[in-house]
């Protein structure tokens, strides 16, 4: 008897994630690149006017009055839709967790306004957070347009997301794993292809914007000799204490706002008005950061100057953030990292334990370990600067410095910065019914209570159902006495509405001893 040939079936569920992610990253990669340039054009044109009003005093007064209408005006922004204060990231977050949700139009407009009359006012507030959350609307407006719901909207937004990331950084690689592990805490395989394909295409865009040139090209003598990672233990240790010293002040600063009895909306007009001294002052040190991190490097001033620099930086940053105003905190704390890096090589060389040759080495490799500190993010801060600084000459100082500074944080009990703020957004929910089904994906890592046990040694929430168990390629379907093990990602239907519920109840159970 003859068989008939095996027919072959072709799989185009990744091809269709990755058609979709391309589309929402050409889409997002306009949209932020526009953002960015609006945002650089609009800083140097303040710099000019700081310059404008030494010469002529007076005209103080058009721009103090000027500078309370655009705090006031992006005030009522925030007012309106309080969704678009700060970076954006706790936001997404929130929308992929199920625990925040919000129209995408309204956001996306008064984020961008918002953010370019508050960044390119000279506040030091980063353009990335504001970026990543108008590229993560976009992917929400782009599924809500072809009616995609469940996990092929949630990997939309994850997409956009990367997107944003990657045309205010020009990092598609570290904007990718950046959503994966600070944002969306999955290596989900549909997640992931959406997300890189979509960081690639507004990367492309974004290249097209500002040029191939990396965005902190840092040139430098020398790499490191072994002989010299003595000081990376050092500068890893001094970049956690003063990264869990960032988190506490951030996450403590809108209580201290509450002091000025100010109605909230109105605490931007705060830091719209400090800044005023510090454009007559130093006009070069206004902005995100990315300049201040290129001036440093090429011309590194002497150890006071810096540790005036770090304390001016250290607080306005707090400032700005704290009030609420559409901005992030990204950039910043890649350039206060970049001055303490400056101030631990310029000690270091005072004291003659570095050759003054290495400071820009030790600059770039500040960055990285205090964004793991602060972010609890060390492979992200490793490719970030990588791609950023535009050489893979660094990687294992790199590693080195943000393994220290992830450790030293984590034993003081500092939390990821962006999940803390999420926490401050949201109030735990009670289960809901929307009648609409969901998936939510669950990773099982090593040292984790379910490792190593049955489904039916678990009494699992109400609201949900083990459907299926993803090992590697296959998927399982489980059973009471089904063994779960490291590396398993747990498929779990809900309802829609219990998503945020059902994974704090099972994060309960993952972490309780058995």
Same mark, same amino acid.
């Given at each position: 008897?003859?068989?008939?040939?095996?027919?072959?079936? #072709?799989?185009?569920?990744?091809?269709?994630?990755?058609?979709?992610?391309?589309?929402?990253?050409?889409?997002?990669?306009?949209?932020?690149?526009?953002?960015?340039?609006?945002?650089?054009?609009?800083?140097?044109?303040?710099?000019?006017?700081?310059?404008?009003?030494?010469?002529?005093?007076?005209?103080?007064?058009?721009?103090?009055?000027?500078?309370?209408?655009?705090?006031?005006?992006?005030?009522?922004?925030?007012?309106?839709?309080?969704?678009?204060?700060?970076?954006?990231?706790?936001?997404?977050?929130?929308?992929?967790?199920?625990?925040?949700?919000?129209?995408?139009?309204?956001?996306?407009?008064?984020?961008?306004?918002?953010?370019?009359?508050?960044?390119?006012?000279?506040? #030091?507030?980063?353009?990335?957070? !504001?970026?990543?959350?108008?590229?993560?609307?976009?992917?929400?407006?782009?599924?809500?347009?072809?009616?995609?719901?469940?996990?092929?909207?949630?990997?939309?937004?994850?997409?956009?997301?990367?997107?944003?990331?990657?045309?205010?950084?020009?990092?598609?690689?570290?904007?990718?794993? #950046? @959503?994966?592990?600070?944002? =969306?805490?999955?290596?989900?395989?549909?997640?992931?292809?959406?997300?890189?394909?979509?960081?690639?295409? /507004?990367?492309?865009?974004?290249?097209?914007?500002?040029?191939?040139? !990396?965005?902190?090209?840092?040139?430098?003598?020398?790499?490191?000799?072994?002989?010299? =990672?003595?000081?990376?233990?050092?500068?890893?240790?001094?970049?956690?204490?003063?990264?869990?010293?960032?988190?506490?002040?951030?996450?403590?600063?809108?209580?201290?706002?509450?002091? +000025?009895?100010?109605? /909230?909306?109105?605490?931007? @007009?705060?830091?719209?008005?400090?800044?005023?001294? &510090?454009?007559?002052?130093? !006009?070069?040190?206004?902005?995100?950061?990315?300049?201040?991190?290129?001036?440093?490097?090429?011309?590194?001033? $002497? +150890?006071?100057?810096?540790?005036?620099?770090?304390?001016?930086?250290?607080?306005? /940053?707090?400032?700005? =953030?704290?009030?609420?105003?559409?901005?992030? &905190?990204?950039?910043?704390?890649?350039?206060?990292?970049?001055?303490?890096? $400056?101030?631990?090589?310029?000690?270091?060389?005072?004291?003659?334990?570095? !050759?003054?040759?290495?400071?820009?080495?030790?600059?770039?490799?500040?960055?990285?370990?205090?964004?793991?500190? &602060?972010?609890?993010?060390?492979?992200?801060?490793?490719? %970030?600067?990588?791609?950023?600084?535009?050489?893979?000459?660094? %990687?294992?100082?790199?590693?080195?410095?943000?393994?220290?500074?992830?450790?030293?944080?984590?034993?003081?009990?500092?939390?990821?910065?962006?999940?803390?703020?999420?926490?401050?957004?949201?109030?735990?929910?009670?289960?809901?019914?929307?009648?609409?089904?969901?998936?939510?994906?669950?990773?099982? #890592?090593?040292?984790?209570?379910?490792?190593?046990?049955?489904?039916?040694?678990?009494?699992?929430?109400?609201?949900?159902?083990?459907?299926?168990?993803?090992?590697?390629?296959?998927?399982?379907?489980?059973?009471?006495?089904?063994?779960?093990?490291?590396?398993?990602? %747990?498929?779990?239907?809900?309802?829609?509405?219990?998503?945020?519920?059902?994974?704090?109840?099972?994060?309960?159970?993952?972490?309780?001893?058995?």
């Amino acid at each position: 008897m003859q068989h008939q040939p095996k027919q072959r079936h #072709f799989d185009f569920t990744r091809f269709g994630a990755i058609g979709r992610g391309l589309l929402v990253g050409l889409l997002a990669g306009v949209v932020v690149s526009i953002f960015r340039f609006c945002i650089e054009k609009g800083l140097k044109l303040v710099q000019w006017v700081y310059g404008q009003i030494l010469q002529t005093p007076w005209y103080i007064v058009p721009w103090l009055i000027v500078s309370l209408a655009v705090a006031v005006f992006v005030g009522l922004l925030v007012k309106k839709i309080p969704d678009i204060k700060g970076s954006g990231i706790p936001q997404v977050e929130g929308q992929l967790a199920g625990e925040l949700n919000y129209a995408w139009w309204p956001v996306l407009w008064r984020k961008f306004v918002g953010g370019i009359l508050g960044i390119g006012s000279g506040l #030091f507030l980063g353009r990335e957070g !504001p970026s990543i959350q108008l590229g993560a609307t976009i992917g929400q407006g782009f599924a809500e347009k072809t009616h995609q719901t469940g996990a092929d909207r949630r990997s939309l937004i994850a997409g956009g997301a990367a997107a944003g990331l990657s045309a205010a950084f020009n990092a598609p690689i570290a904007s990718t794993l #950046f @959503v994966l592990e600070e944002v =969306y805490h999955n290596f989900s395989p549909i997640i992931w292809t959406t997300a890189l394909a979509s960081a690639i295409a /507004s990367n492309f865009v974004s290249l097209n914007f500002f040029g191939l040139v !990396p965005v902190l090209h840092i040139p430098y003598g020398t790499n490191l000799p072994l002989s010299q =990672y003595g000081n990376l233990i050092g500068l890893g240790v001094f970049l956690g204490v003063f990264g869990y010293l960032y988190q506490n002040v951030t996450l403590a600063m809108p209580s201290w706002y509450t002091k +000025l009895r100010l109605p /909230s909306w109105l605490d931007g @007009v705060v830091p719209f008005l400090l800044v005023i001294p &510090i454009g007559l002052l130093w !006009p070069k040190l206004l902005g995100g950061g990315n300049a201040v991190i290129l001036n440093i490097a090429a011309i590194t001033p $002497a +150890l006071l100057p810096l540790i005036g620099i770090f304390i001016l930086r250290f607080v306005f /940053s707090t400032l700005s =953030y704290g009030s609420g105003l559409p901005g992030g &905190i990204f950039l910043p704390i890649l350039s206060l990292g970049a001055i303490l890096g $400056a101030i631990y090589a310029q000690s270091m060389v005072a004291l003659g334990w570095m !050759p003054a040759s290495f400071v820009p080495n030790f600059i770039i490799f500040a960055m990285a370990g205090y964004f793991a500190g &602060i972010g609890k993010a060390p492979f992200t801060a490793i490719l %970030l600067i990588t791609e950023m600084v535009g050489t893979l000459h660094h %990687l294992m100082p790199l590693a080195v410095v943000s393994m220290t500074a992830y450790l030293v944080v984590d034993l003081l009990g500092g939390a990821p910065i962006y999940e803390a703020l999420l926490e401050k957004l949201t109030q735990p929910k009670l289960p809901e019914h929307s009648g609409v089904q969901d998936r939510l994906e669950i990773p099982i #890592f090593e040292g984790a209570a379910f490792e190593g046990h049955q489904v039916r040694d678990f009494k699992w929430p109400k609201e949900s159902l083990l459907i299926a168990i993803r090992r590697g390629e296959r998927q399982v379907i489980p059973h009471g006495d089904t063994l779960m093990r490291a590396g398993d990602t %747990l498929i779990i239907l809900t309802d829609r509405s219990n998503r945020a519920w059902v994974r704090h109840q099972i994060d309960k159970l993952n972490v309780s001893p058995t």
